[in-house]
């Protein structure tokens, strides 16, 4: 499948990538460095290389944690070890009398390309070259005091500047370079969408088309057969059979067995939420729904916009905090209103903090959701995920099937109900905390639900209605 | 494909193209490092002949790899791997004996370096574990040809430090590359996972609704006709010739309709599709699609998915003609089967009691499908896109290429040509005939009724 990465995930993909690519340079390096050192300590024997191997020993071990764990104190702490390695290593190395000629040896550039392939903390192209450059100059700053303190002459050091210029070249081409196809790569992965309806449905169609075949057009053909004259039995019978099994939802029984048994969920379809959901999916992003998800049905048509809107802008959120795949959306309803909860377990945020590039929270969720009477609450921490409540006020709606008397009934009441303005929980009063870091892909929505949201397990549905 | 042998260029193709201008530059430091190294070592050249030779094997190398990467020759395969290896091998090993005896320094001798350099570029191209074995095998040969000559260098320390500073140059930036593609590899495959299975809870999502346009869509046909019919009939008790006839059309009409139904492949379904975006974005067309063997069929869904995006772009394009687009599948594969209404031309309409026995055999069984044909040496399916743009040619390019990206590592001998307004964009599939007895999956997906395939009794269903 060449289903290739969406855009959200390629900056921090690349990036780790790189700094991998980046550390097993240096790593290499060091493991080079080590084995001259050693080479050199035992032919002819001496003591002072003695601390440098166990310098780059300590410097290959950090950074082989900062490979593992790339954070900021580990960063810094390689660096600065990595320093002091060069420096101990060059004046180690450089300082054996009459061994090499200056200082421009390939021997010495070792541990100073291990300090520039540093691959920080971080993603995008722009942190990766800065940690670079506090490498390269670190480098270059400790070879230097330690060519002063020898009596070799000092010489511009080639390859470490090359490889400096070509690792920045390289992670400045594969950060900033605009990526072709940006809008290829959705019309691929909805054309794998495509691929796969069209692979279910035409496994419908194959099995409506054999029942077709086993009734119609058998029954067709007995007629076609018989001979002029008054029906026989069978025939009568066979006719009578063919017409019911085609008037039943039979059909839908034998062509899904697993629809005709559930309940139908065209009402969340045919929502913009769901279309909202379903366009960010094109986008790469994996979005678990649970919850409630037919009582969508029962917004308005304003509201169903709005929400969808303000729906897919928290999406966008989500897809603009690099690195995240998921993204849960949790439905759920009461009797006065619907919900919709957003979760992702991103960078997060202090919303004191958020300045006016939050603008889309600010003006295109809350705004949105206000003006229609509901409400917006947001529970984010930095590194700890942001969730986002979105509450509109939504009347119970009576099924359609039910007998005009109930429907008169529901409407009233619906009526009654209305001038009461749905009243939105300050968010002060709810610390979910369970909530704010989702588990990933978790399918309870009941369980840690905040405080105000509905709980629709022991609630009947309204759409389910009095029986007539 | 095997986990094994994935690249990044073989998983994420688009994001592949945005790496290429790194080969072009690779390419070039390599020459110009190649070069400037001789000339100014001229002093300790002995063999002129062989100095020669290495820049231009090095050289070769180079060009090797900015042609196997270029994205019209992707997917960059591993004989042009071997290759470029092989070449800046052979340029290395010139370099050395150019300057045997007389070689004052290792670390300025081009070849490990370029070779490093030359390893690190495959990265998005190749498997992890061929990069790092090309850079241990070089690294190995940097050892073996360095050590002889200790007497020659300059520096005296251990002929160890020397052996380590080349296979150093080799092995560093081949581990940066190893570490790359096996990392991004792995990643892309981890979003794959997650992909794939957000893309089948869509599906399931929609499956009620699915089901629910299938039933409707089988019953509105009858309710024009069959319904009435047999209601009439019944309610009368009595048959009479004209209904006799009656039922034997009908059938007959019936019969047509679920064979053009079974008949429909993804094609037809994503020429449909476009065709409703065309007339909803007011410029209602002509798409034809013409697959009288059932090739389509053969298609892996990768293929499919691949073809309907270019299919989807083309009709999106600025300047389309919406009557131009045709899709052809001709090739030299055996057909997927022969479409039924072809294979039984004579066969005339069921329209007495005698004919309409025979109606109730649905086409696609078993027995139609042609004698497996001798092993031909290259089983192809060749499908020929064809279209108007009104566009210059190089916008046409430009606005094909990621999909053409996704086209080429798909499927084999992608063939483009614009001129404007014609552009016609060719590929071929081949087909494994190991896999020729899988190929017509798509009509039988599981669980279909045995009553479609088998040519059993008919039943009737309660």
Same mark, same amino acid.
Do not use: C, W, Y
């Given at each position: 499948m060449s289903l290739g990465l969406p855009d959200h995930l390629v900056k921090a993909t690349l990036s780790r990538a790189l700094a991998r690519a980046s550390h097993w340079f240096g790593l290499i390096c060091l493991a080079g460095a080590l084995l001259s050192v050693l080479a050199l300590s035992v032919f002819p024997p001496t003591d002072r290389l003695q601390v440098t191997v166990a310098a780059i020993l300590g410097m290959g071990a950090l950074l082989a944690l900062l490979a593992r764990w790339r954070t900021v104190p580990l960063t810094i702490a390689y660096l600065l070890l990595g320093a002091v390695c060069t420096y101990l290593f060059t004046s180690a190395v450089l300082g054996?009398?009459?061994?090499? /000629? %200056?200082? =421009?040896m390939f021997l010495i550039s070792l541990p100073k390309m291990a300090l520039i392939m540093v691959?920080? $903390?971080?993603?995008?192209a722009l942190i990766g070259v800065l940690w670079s450059t506090v490498g390269f100059l670190l480098a270059e700053v400790a070879a230097t005091l330690a060519v002063s303190q020898t009596p070799v002459p000092d010489r511009p050091d080639v390859f470490t500047i090359v490889t400096y210029l070509f690792l920045v070249g390289v992670m400045l081409l594969d950060g900033?370079? +605009?990526?072709?196809g940006r809008t290829a790569q959705p019309a691929i992965h909805r054309a794998v969408q495509d691929d796969e309806s069209r692979i279910l449905r035409h496994d419908f169609d194959v099995r409506a088309i054999a029942l077709m075949h086993d009734t119609t057009l058998n029954q067709l053909v007995s007629v076609a057969r018989a001979k002029p004259g008054p029906m026989t039995r069978g025939l009568e019978a066979g006719l009578r059979e063919t017409l019911q099994t085609l008037a039943d939802r039979d059909w839908l029984t034998h062509v899904d067995e697993r629809t005709a048994t559930s309940a139908g969920n065209d009402g969340w379809l045919s929502s913009a939420v769901f279309r909202a959901i379903d366009r960010m999916r094109d986008r790469g992003l994996v979005v678990d729904i649970t919850g409630d998800?037919?009582?969508?049905? +029962?917004?308005d048509p304003q509201s169903d916009r709005e929400l969808g809107l303000a729906v897919q802008q928290c999406l966008v959120n989500v897809l603009l905090?690099?690195?995240?795949?998921t993204a849960e959306v949790v439905i759920d309803a009461d009797d006065q209103n619907v919900s919709v909860m957003v979760l992702d377990a991103g960078r997060g945020f202090m919303e004191a903090e958020t300045? %006016? =590039?939050r603008l889309g929270l600010r003006q295109s969720v809350r705004k949105r959701i206000e003006r229609l009477g509901g409400s917006v609450q947001i529970w984010s921490r930095p590194g700890a995920g942001t969730s986002v409540l979105l509450t509109l006020p939504a009347p119970p709606v009576v099924a359609s099937t039910i007998a005009a008397a109930a429907a008169e009934e529901a409407a009233e009441a619906a009526e009654t109900d209305a001038p009461t303005p749905v009243i939105p929980a300050n968010?002060? =009063?709810? /610390?979910p905390s369970g909530r704010? *870091?989702?588990? +990933? +892909?978790? #399918? %309870? %929505?009941? $369980?840690?639900?905040?405080?105000? *949201?509905? #709980? /629709?397990?022991n609630t009947p549905t309204p759409t389910d209605g009095p029986t007539p | 494909m095997t986990r094994r042998r994935s690249t990044q260029q073989r998983l994420d193709p688009l994001g592949t193209l945005a790496a290429w201008p790194l080969a072009p530059l690779i390419a070039s430091i390599v020459l110009c490092y190649s070069v400037i190294a001789t000339v100014l070592q001229q002093s300790q050249i002995q063999n002129p002949l062989f100095a020669t030779l290495a820049v231009l094997a090095m050289g070769a190398a180079a060009g090797t790899l900015v042609i196997a990467a270029q994205p019209a020759n992707a997917p960059f395969n591993g004989r042009m791997h071997l290759v470029m290896a092989a070449l800046a091998l052979a340029g290395y090993l010139f370099e050395q004996f150019s300057r045997w005896g007389s070689?004052?320094?290792?670390?300025?001798?081009f070849g490990p370096v370029c070779i490093g350099f030359l390893l690190l570029a495959l990265a998005p191209y190749r498997p992890w574990r061929q990069i790092a074995l090309s850079g241990a095998v070089a690294s190995v040969v940097a050892v073996a040809v360095t050590? &002889?000559?200790?007497?020659? !260098?300059?520096?005296?320390?251990?002929v160890a430090v020397y052996a380590i500073v080349s296979a150093t140059q080799i092995l560093a930036p081949t581990a940066a590359g190893a570490a790359y593609s096996r990392r991004i590899v792995r990643s892309i495959l981890a979003w794959q996972t997650d992909a794939r299975r957000a893309i089948v809870a869509r599906t399931e999502e929609a499956r009620g609704q699915m089901a629910r346009a299938v039933v409707e869509q089988q019953v509105a046909a009858l309710k024009s006709g069959v319904i009435p019919f047999l209601a009439d009939l019944l309610e009368r008790g009595t048959v009479t010739a004209l209904d006799i006839a009656q039922a034997g059309q009908l059938a007959a009409d019936v019969r047509r309709t679920l064979v053009a139904e079974i008949d429909r492949t993804w094609l037809d379904t994503v020429a449909t599709r476009e065709r409703a975006a065309l007339t909803e974005r007011g410029t209602p067309g002509l798409l034809v699609v013409a697959d009288p063997e059932h090739?389509?069929?053969? !298609?892996r869904a990768d293929q499919r998915a691949a073809t309907a995006a270019l299919i989807g772009a083309l009709c999106a394009a600025?300047? !389309?003609?919406?009557?131009s687009l045709v899709v052809q599948i001709t090739g030299?594969?055996?057909?997927?089967?022969?479409?039924p209404s072809k294979a039984r031309?004579?066969?005339?309409?069921?329209?007495t009691a005698q004919d309409t026995a025979?109606? &109730?055999?649905?086409?696609?069984?078993?027995?139609?499908?042609?004698? &497996?044909?001798?092993?031909?040496p290259a089983q192809l399916d060749t499908i020929t896109i064809q279209a108007a743009l009104d566009l210059p040619p190089r916008k046409v390019k430009a606005l094909l290429r990621p999909y053409l990206g996704v086209i080429r590592v798909v499927f084999d001998n992608v063939r483009v040509t614009v001129r404007r307004p014609s552009l016609t964009i060719e590929y071929d599939s081949v087909r494994d005939p190991n896999d020729a007895s899988a190929a017509p999956q798509a009509p039988a997906t599981?669980?279909?009724?045995a009553g479609v395939r088998a040519q059993k009794a008919p039943r009737q269903v309660r």
């Open positions: 054996m009398p009459g061994v090499f /000629p %200056s200082s =421009d691959g920080g $903390a971080g993603s995008g900033l370079a +605009r990526r072709t998800k037919e009582s969508l049905a +029962r917004l905090h690099a690195g995240i795949v300045g %006016s =590039d968010s002060s =009063d709810l /610390p704010v *870091a989702p588990a +990933r +892909r978790s #399918t %309870s %929505s009941a $369980a840690g639900q905040p405080a105000n *949201a509905p #709980t /629709p397990a | 070689n004052l320094l290792v670390q300025d001798d050590l &002889p000559q200790a007497d020659s !260098f300059e520096v005296t320390v251990p090739r389509a069929t053969a !298609f600025p300047g !389309f003609d919406p009557h030299t594969a055996p057909p997927v089967k022969p479409a031309p004579a066969q005339p309409l069921p329209t025979s109606v &109730p055999r649905l086409p696609r069984s078993s027995a139609a499908k042609p004698a &497996p044909a001798a092993p031909a599981p669980a279909t009724p």
